[in-house]
Nanobody, 119 residues
C-alpha cells in the first residue's frame, strides 16, 4: 500500500527555519505530483506547494512564495519542504500528499506533522 510519512515538525520562533520530510513508499511515483498542505485550527486545509516527481516542476501558494522551497529526491523517495522566515500564521498541521499528474484530486495523504511558530 502507498504510505506517506511526514517528519520534522516542531516548535520554532518567528523568523526561524524548519525542514519537513515526507517518506513516500508503496509504489513508483513517476507520473505523480507531490504536494504539501496545511491546516490550522478551525481553518480549512490549504495548499502550500507541489512538485512533479519526474520533472521537478514546482508550484507555490502566494502566502509562502519566496520563503518555502519544495524539493524531492527521487532515488530516496523523499519529498521535502524547506521553510524559512517562518511566521506565526504558518502554524498548522502540515501534510504530504500525492496525486496522479492528470488528476485534480490528491489520492494519498500522510498523517501530518505539527509546526508551531511562536512570536
Amino acid at each position: 500500500q502507498v504510505q506517506l510519512v511526514e517528519s520534522g515538525g516542531g516548535l520554532v520562533q518567528a523568523g526561524g527555519s524548519l525542514t519537513l520530510s515526507c517518506a513516500a513508499s508503496g509504489r513508483t511515483f513517476s507520473g505523480y505530483v507531490m504536494g504539501w498542505f496545511r491546516q490550522a485550527p478551525e481553518k480549512e486545509r490549504e495548499f502550500v506547494a507541489s512538485i512533479t516527481w519526474s520533472r521537478g516542476s514546482t508550484t507555490y501558494a502566494d502566502s509562502v512564495k519566496g520563503r518555502f522551497t519544495i524539493s524531492r529526491d527521487n532515488s530516496k523517495n523523499m519529498v521535502y519542504l524547506q521553510m524559512n522566515s517562518l511566521k506565526p500564521e504558518d502554524t498548522a498541521v502540515y501534510s504530504c500528499a500525492a496525486r496522479v499528474i492528470s488528476s485534480g484530486a490528491y489520492r494519498y495523504w500522510g498523517q501530518g506533522t505539527q509546526v508551531t511558530v511562536s512570536s
